[in-house]
């Protein structure tokens, strides 16, 4: 296997595909259906019907090839806020901004009288009456005695590179980051895949994933390891916009090609809100991605191509139910622009990074990390992502969960930025389990409500 390995790497630095230059408060329902019609292309999927009329109204062919690239940079360019963030990157180091965001973290909770995660966990079983000790019959329960399932989902973030630069983005990705995975490591983590049967999906994500050189040769030798897609969930995590970019024009079929599952983000059905939250034309190109993929099969039942759309709260408030928001976004959805889906997935925005920084100047993180530790939901903690979940950052890190991955929390670090755990340290992912998971203020993000992970909510 480690020979087949070492081919593909081969093959992925003869078929690397070069990284696009430049010059290439809830739901609200007022959506916006001005985009012009400029295509007469049918479904390709499904017989012609009235619904095959609104995609051709809004594919958007035109878009086809056009990068989003330099109005981002040129929105970053003009964004004080960008500006000044970069500024303080620059001045400071990520090491010291994670840890003056997470001073600010504990200082919200310290004028609210609210504990670390781990202790008000615990006051929370004595409130309840559960057993705290590590004999305990509830340990299911009980974050004392957390401990590592089998691994199910391994997430691989293989670059911070993206055409976009969300407001809301926990890893803080634009045209400007270069770091990206290599294909050495990008090896090693498909020979740990292959060590590890307990694992049932590859997440890839990012950034924009399928920018990086790497994404397709991840994505081709993981297909070839595991070829039956019940054996192996394969998901990219999508922005939509990258489906339009130059050099990804056979994207969607390469997509379709290993059976891959497309995870989408779509924070909202309205043009208004999304460009807000995303950046200009974002939601023009997201509808015209979108009807792309369902011309490919993607999010029709009937073809087992999965087409997953995630929602996150545009400001400092939790997401509605999961269910009740997922057929109001398939009803605006299919009645504006022809447009079908299989599910939505709901996340908190965590108290991280870009949203972090927003909180901090609008001088809400208080207020929003009292919202989250007054929402605390027990019986998420069943559920937590990091139970069942290893991720690993570009370079090789391992961490428990992908918000931990962004504050230098990795597995066995000795702090911040601090050692850790990389792939070239083990052979199999169940040499994990021993491993205690870390836990922090920003926890409560997964805990509220109806809990969140990359799945969407948890409860």
Request: aromatic share 6%.
């Amino acid at each position: 296997m480690l020979e087949e390995l070492t081919d593909l790497t081969r093959w992925s630095r003869s078929r690397s595909r070069s990284t696009p230059k430049s010059g290439h408060k809830a739901i609200v329902d007022d959506t916006d259906t001005s985009m012009t019609a400029t295509s007469d292309d049918t479904c390709s999927v499904v017989e012609a019907s009235g619904f095959d009329l609104k995609r051709q109204k809004y594919r958007r062919l035109d878009l086809d090839g056009q990068s989003l690239i330099d109005q981002t940079i040129a929105g970053m360019q003009t964004d004080e806020v960008f500006l000044e963030t970069t500024q303080k990157l620059a001045t400071l180091g990520q090491k010291r901004m994670s840890l003056e965001e997470r001073k600010h973290r504990r200082r919200a909770l310290d004028t609210l009288g609210i504990p670390n995660f781990r202790q008000f966990v615990m006051q929370q079983q004595q409130q309840q009456n559960l057993p705290t000790g590590p004999d305990s019959k509830k340990e299911e329960a009980s974050l004392e005695v957390l401990r590592r399932k089998p691994t199910q989902v391994l997430q691989l973030n293989i670059g911070l590179y993206c055409n976009q630069a969300c407001n809301h983005c926990h890893v803080e990705s634009s045209p400007k980051r270069t770091e990206s995975m290599t294909v050495e490591t990008a090896a090693r983590c498909l020979e740990l895949l292959k060590n590890s049967p307990e694992v049932t999906t590859l997440d890839i994500t990012g950034g924009a994933p399928e920018l990086n050189p790497n994404f397709r040769f991840l994505v081709q030798t993981a297909r070839a390891l595991r070829p039956n897609e019940d054996d192996l969930d394969i998901i990219d995590r999508c922005n939509l916009t990258v489906l339009l970019e130059p050099g990804q024009t056979d994207l969607v079929e390469f997509l379709k090609t290993h059976r891959v599952h497309v995870i989408a983000s779509l924070p909202c059905y309205s043009k208004k809100n999304v460009d807000r939250q995303r950046g200009k034309a974002v939601f023009d190109r997201s509808i015209a991605a979108l009807i792309k993929l369902n011309e490919a099969g993607y999010g029709h039942p009937e073809t087992g191509l999965r087409l997953d759309l995630v929602y996150n709260p545009s400001g400092p408030f939790l997401p509605p139910k999961q269910d009740i928001l997922e057929q109001q976004y398939k009803e605006q959805l299919m009645d504006n622009y022809g447009i079908v889906f299989n599910n939505l997935f709901t996340l908190s925005n965590m108290p991280i990074k870009r949203f972090a920084d927003s909180l901090h100047r609008q001088q809400q993180m208080e207020t929003y990390m009292d919202l989250l530790v007054k929402n605390f939901n027990f019986e998420t903690l069943n559920n937590v992502m990091c139970r069942t979940y290893v991720s690993i950052g570009h370079d090789g890190k391992i961490y428990d969960c992908d918000f931990n991955q962004q504050l230098g929390l990795a597995v066995g670090c000795s702090g911040v930025y601090e050692g850790g755990k990389t792939v070239f340290d083990i052979t199999t992912l169940s040499e994990l389990r021993s491993d205690g998971i870390r836990t922090d203020n920003h926890c409560y993000g997964c805990t509220a409500g109806f809990g969140s992970s990359c799945q969407g909510a948890t409860v």
